[in-house]
Structures are given as structure tokens and as C-alpha cells.
């Protein structure tokens, strides 16, 4: 439900954004960035925004909207050959002094009167691979946050592991903390797959993971695959998934493999070191779909576009609803992302540069973007159609505008290309549409931000 206070206050202005772009066929490139994780897009952030973020950590706190905190923890073992988040190795002291950091920063935004009195209402550490920390530090991270910002009012609190870290009492710590949803990396279970993408755990490490996380009784276990992994066939896919149907996890999230510039696979399609080409979009979707079919005949719901759990009403995700409905959230570690009443915000993604900021009691200010009432009026839009529907009347009474009139045009090329349909007020994403969603978003973005679109 979206609350009354985060209502802007004034109606944004209800023009229509232009005509829809032709409904001509496209090649969709296999390389570069596909998935929209914010709107405006990153490219129009600058430090100017920043420096609006810093000042709105002055005003008087809002007490009714919800508040989530992001922890980023930028260590792995070892670089899978996808990946493209900020992560380091743990040399000798990094993370010791990383920890500390964190702490620091969390101190400097409790401090300023947007925070102030404010509870959090979810918890989110993300990687890199938290579960790298040891039970110590597990114990002290936590525990220190929470002697800073109390977690009395939390009622989701997400932990990422990856498989080979996750130890019986690592995750008993876990749970006593407050941790009440963990996200294991798993990706396929097949070990020559694993082994070709640079993954360090094999299918048993998986399998052991699993248990030891069930057995202590974490309200939601939510496991990470891909599909379009090189090696992966369908084969290999539906077998992963059968296994996963087995281990009865509560929640699965299937993303579509996306080769952006800084992945080591980028650089071995672009250098032909691969035996052969990455699987093209329609069978990275085609393996999606399918997924999603086996897990609703496992008795799943599909509750967004590439995540289903087995049930909706104890298993939601927190974290990326309240997000996606305008959530504050302050994000604290290197290349961190925030969204603080209305404006976006991300850390110094450098460990060094976010360090030495930290340790002279600065916030590591980069980028960040002021976003005016028409511009978070498309950013909820965009958000939440990754969810699968919304209903118009919720944006009218939020923002005072109809996304059927805004635009009319785009939504009923997207009717006629069989990815939504509408229903009074409501609109909702066909299979189709959901699986392809992330592609379609930017046709809805306002017009000086298209050609910043991140998606290749
Ligand atoms: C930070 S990682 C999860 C935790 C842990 N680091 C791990 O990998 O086991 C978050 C998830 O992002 C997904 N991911 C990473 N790189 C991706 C890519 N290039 N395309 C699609 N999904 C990706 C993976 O499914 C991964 O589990
Ligand atoms: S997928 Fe996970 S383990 Fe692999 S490099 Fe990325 S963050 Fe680290």
C-alpha cells in the first residue's frame, strides 16, 4: 500500500510523453548491461546531485515513510567470470578496516536530521559475499549497527551467501541477530558449468549449504540461478531446476545472464576465447519461462520478473517492494546506493577513496540525481511494473496523474505486441512482457533520458 506521507505534494503535470516508438523489430545486442536498477539512469548522476543528497540528510526526518538500510560488503574468494559488482579479494587487514568503516558511516548518518528517531523497517547486506565474514565478525557487525540504529521495528533482514562460507554457526549467528531471509548464490547445479564460469562451490557445497540453512530455521531461503551460463543447455537447466524443485527452497530467483563491460566474460566473447557464443536472448527468456512453468507446477507463484515463491503472503521481498514504492533507504559500504526523499545517491565505489573519506568523518559522497515529481512518478512506474502489474488509481491518488493518459500510446503497443493487458485500472504483464520487461522499461522513460538508457 502506498502511504499517504509519500504522497509528492504537488500533482505532477499530465502530459502525454510524446508518441510510442515504432513497433519494429530490434537486435538485441548479447553484450552490455540489460537489467534497469534505477530511474533516472546512472549516467545523469553527477556530484551536484550528491551535494542535494547531502543536504537533504538536514531536513526533518519523515517518520511515516518506510526505512531500509543497504550494507555492501566487497569481498569474494574468487572473480566469477559474469559478474560485475564491486568486489575485492581480502587482502591481509582490508576487511578488518572495511568493518570499521561501515560502522563509522552508519555513526555519520544517524547523526543527521533526516535519520533522526527514524526506525528501520528492513535490512539488506549484499555483495560481494557477506557470508565471507567469520562468525566474530558477524557478531560484531551486527551487533554494532544495531547499537546504532535499533533493529526493533525490522521485519526483513536478508543476508547473500555464497555456498562454500555458509557453517553452522556462522548462520546460528546469523539468525540470533535477526537475519530472517537468506539469498544463496547458487546459479546452476552442475559442476562442469559451475567450474566454466568461475564459481568456487561444486553442487554438493550447494546441497550442504541448503540443509545447514534449513536446520536453522530461517523464515525464507531464497536461491540465485541463471540462465544463459556458458556451458548451460536446456538440459542442464531443467535438470538444475528438478534438483532445486527437490530441495524445497521458498523462494527462487531466475535472472537472465547479462555480459556487461567489466566482466571477465565480456572480454572472452570480445577476444572469441569461448568455444562457442553465449546463448542469444530468446533462449535465455525461453529458459526462463520454462523455469517459471516447472516451479508453478511445483506449487510457486511467479511474484515478479524473475522471482517465485512458494507462498506470496510470508515470502515477499521487502526489501525491492518497498524500493520500488519509494522507500527510504540509505545504503552504507563502497558503491552503496541510496534513495533519500526523492534523491538518489551513490557511494565512492574505489575501497581506497571510500576509506580514507570515512576515516576523516566524511560521508563518501560520488553521485547522485534530484529527482523532480514527474521524475518519480515514472521511476515508480518503471519499478513496479518489474513486479508483474500495477493499478493506475494507486499512482492518481500518489501523484495525481493516470499512467493510462501518460501513456496511452506505449501501453497499447505493448498490448499489441501481447507483453500486457489491461484491465479497468489495472495493468497487467503477460508472461511474455514479464520476461522481457527490463528491455521494454526504457520506452517508457521520459524523453531527455532515453539515450541514457543503460540496457545495450
Ligand atoms: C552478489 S551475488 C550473490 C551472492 C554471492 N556473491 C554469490 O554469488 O553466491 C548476487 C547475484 O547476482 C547474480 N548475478 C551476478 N552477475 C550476474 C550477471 N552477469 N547476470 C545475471 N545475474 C548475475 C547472481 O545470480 C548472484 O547470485
Ligand atoms: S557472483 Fe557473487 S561470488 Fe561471484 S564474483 Fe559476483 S559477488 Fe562474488
Known sequence: MVEKSQMSESPVECAPFGVAPADRKREEPLLGGYFVSAYPPFACWTEDGAAAFDRCLDQAPSLTSHFGLYVHIPFCS???QFCYYLSHDDRPGDLESYLRALLTELRLYAGRSRLRDRELDFVYFGG?????????????????????????????????????????????????????????GVQELDDDVLRRNGRVHLVADVERAIERIQQAGFPVLNVDLISGLVGQTDDSFRSSLDRVVDLAPESVTIYLLEIPHNTPLFRAVRDGDLEAPPADWREKRHRL????????????????????????????????????????LVGIGASSFSYLAGVHHQNLSALPAYLSAVRENRLPLW??????????????????????????????????????EVFGDRLEAFRGRGWLTIDGTKLILTRAGLSRVDRMLPELYLPRHRPMAEPG
Do not use: N
Open 78 to 80: 574468487e572473480r566469477c
Open 128 to 184: 560481494g559475499t557477506p557470508s565471507l565474514l567469520s562468525t566474530e565478525r558477524v557478531e560484531t557487525l551486527l551487533g554494532g549497527m544495531q547499537a546504532i540504529l535499533p533493529w526493533t521495528r525490522v521485519r526483513e533482514v536478508t543476508f547473500e551467501c555464497a555456498p562454500s562460507s555458509v557453517t553452522t554457526a556462522k548462520l546460528e549467528a546469523l539468525r540470533e541477530r535477526g537475519v530472517t531471509r537468506i539469498s544463496l
Open 289 to 328: 519461462e520454462a523455469g517459471f512453468a516447472r516451479l508453478e507446477d511445483a506449487g510457486y507463484d511467479v511474484r515478479s520478473a524473475y522471482t517465485a515463491v512458494r507462498d506470496p503472503e510470508r515470502h515477499g521481498f521487502r526489501y525491492q517492494d518497498e524500493q520500488y514504492r519509494g522507500a527510504d
Open 367 to 404: 553521485r547522485g540525481y534530484a529527482l523532480d515529481d514527474e521524475e518519480r512518478f515514472v521511476r515508480e512506474l518503471v519499478l513496479q511494473l518489474k513486479l508483474g502489474a500495477i493499478d493506475c488509481e494507486q499512482f492518481v491518488a500518489k501523484f495525481g496523474c493516470d499512467p493510462l
